[in-house]
């Protein structure tokens, strides 16, 4: 009977599991600046390629621009709300 021999993965590679999962190498991890619980949104940017970034409300580029926004709006209670 023949052993089975366990390919090597290549350094930095992970596989998508049957359940479209990926474990992402920690060193990928650190360099992002990403954390176990942190927020993601994932992108395909192309072919074969795909981009994690940290989620980002879209209100984070207003806020500021409207006078007096800040003050009269709570952003925590309102996403929170939209969790709901």
């Known amino acids: 009977m023949t052993a089975m021999v366990k390919e090597r993965k290549p350094a930095g590679a992970t ?3 049957r359940k479209n999962q990926v474990t992402l190498p920690v060193a990928a991890l650190h ?9 993601v949104e994932v992108v ?11 989620w980002r409300s879209r209100l984070s ?11 009269d709006v ?3 209670a309102s ?3 939209w969790e709901r």
């Open 79 to 81: 996403r929170d709300s």
């Open 31 to 39: 360099g992002s600046g990403l954390a176990a619980g942190d927020l």
């Open 15 to 17: 596989r998508i599991s």
């Open 74 to 76: 709570d952003l925590e």
């Open 61 to 71: 580029d207003v806020v500021g621009t409207l006078p007096g926004f800040e003050r």
């Open 44 to 54: 395909a940017v192309g072919i074969g390629q795909i981009e994690i970034r940290r």
